[in-house]
């Protein structure tokens, strides 16, 4: 979905939220994926700030099932989830900044490091980190995990080059790579 950095190419854009157009399009998510929302074993989110939203808007059915079952599942918040680029609008805001934001009530934040949100590092450690999501992911019991990232991340999760187009056969493919 759009975020205020994609408008004008700004990307020092603190955290960029997404966009009157973006919430427009992680509602036709919602609309598009009604089968996955009613079949989903958990839902996994980046936590930077446009893909809070997304998850929020988009998965709302899929997020309200999984919590209202008798062992609620919550929402996911996994750090190793955030964009890999060290741009401001790819650099998510602290936990303590996420947990003031009213739109974000309910989603619990604990799992987020203190540094979460350094971009310390090179291509190596981004790797290292897809690679751990990779088995995070495999590891989990749930057979159906929906997750919300962002491209470049997903590229290297996926050891692919997929665009946009492509993302709806990213959890199948996922489940086909090795470590």
């Not at 996955?36 to 074993?41: G, V």
């Not at 490091?113 to 971009?119: F, H, L, P, R, T």
């Amino acid at each position: 979905a759009e975020a205020e950095h994609n408008v004008d190419e700004d990307y020092f854009i603190p955290d960029a939220p997404l966009t009157p157009l973006g919430r427009r399009q992680a509602e036709e998510l919602y609309s598009q994926t009604t089968e996955l929302q009613q079949s989903a074993d958990l839902l996994v989110t980046s936590p930077l700030k446009r893909t809070l939203q997304t998850t929020i808007i988009g998965y709302r059915g899929l997020r309200a099932r999984l919590e209202s079952q008798n062992s609620p599942k919550p929402i996911v918040v996994l750090s190793r989830l955030q964009e890999v680029n060290d741009f401001p609008c790819d650099t998510g805001s602290s936990r303590y900044e996420l947990e003031q934001i009213d739109e974000f009530a309910g989603i619990d934040f604990e799992s987020l490091e203190d540094d979460w949100n350094s971009k310390q590092g090179d291509t190596g450690a981004v790797k290292a980190r897809a690679r751990w999501v990779r088995r995070w992911l495999r590891d989990r019991p749930e057979q159906n995990i929906v997750v919300v990232a962002h491209g470049d991340i997903l590229r290297q999760i996926t050891k692919s080059s997929f665009h946009k187009a492509c993302v709806p056969q990213f959890s199948s493919y996922l489940m086909n790579l090795s470590p």
